[in-house]
């Protein structure tokens, strides 16, 4: 009996300070992108056959989107998504507490704390891959993380849910200096609207 709880102790000791480890990467992450303050990122965006190739720009809770024929703005309050080839705009309360890059790229690398289990997929040279589950049972899928280790820089980040994979590859991340585009209705003239908040 007694080595039995020495050994569930040691377990338990293991999956600490293993747990820890991941913690510390998912903060150098987070303090890797907070330090850019505002920041602007190139990616590269892959889902099956489809394949593209967006920008980013991020300050606090504003963010601003270019991918395809689409556009995102954000206030922080409100997401306003243009399609610029059928011209519709759509306007909806921003999730502030979503971690998906192409939803709300405010949060899309801050995963501290108890929200996520965090595992060590891969681990080569300089690079690690992260798996990020809710603890939520009610948020479906899985985030694959991958980080430069020395920096804490953000290298991809993918969506998996069921059969769907959606791939970030982050080309470039770097601090910006001017003010992110806001988005005024007026700059788009015979758009329709859709105001879903």
Do not use: W
Not at 60 to 88: L, Q, T
Not at 117 to 128: Q, R
Not at 153 to 181: G, Q
Request: charge should be negative; aromatic fraction near 10%.
């Amino acid at each position: 009996m007694r080595k039995f709880v020495t050994l569930i102790m040691a377990l338990a000791f293991v999956l600490s300070v293993r747990a820890e480890g991941e913690q510390q990467l998912l903060r150098h992450v987070a303090k890797y992108v907070a330090a850019m303050g505002s920041y602007d990122a190139e990616v590269d965006v892959t889902s099956g056959d489809y394949k593209a190739s967006a920008r980013y720009s991020v300050a606090g809770d504003i963010y601003h989107i270019k991918i395809g024929d689409a556009e995102v703005f954000s206030d922080g309050k409100s997401r306003y998504e243009i399609d610029h080839k059928r011209k519709e705009i759509s306007a909806d309360v921003v999730d502030l507490q979503s971690r998906n890059i192409l939803d709300n790229p405010t949060r899309c690398f801050d995963f501290v704390g108890e929200e996520y289990v965090a595992t060590k997929v891969t681990e080569k040279d300089d690079e690690v891959t992260l798996r990020l589950v809710a603890q939520d049972e009610e948020q479906e899928g899985e985030i694959l993380l991958t980080l430069q280790v020395s920096t804490g820089k953000p290298l991809n980040i993918a969506y998996l849910l069921y059969d769907d994979r959606i791939d970030v590859a982050i080309r470039t991340i770097s601090p910006r200096k001017s003010k992110i585009p806001t988005f005024s209705k007026g700059d788009f003239k015979g758009y329709d609207m859709v105001d879903f908040r």
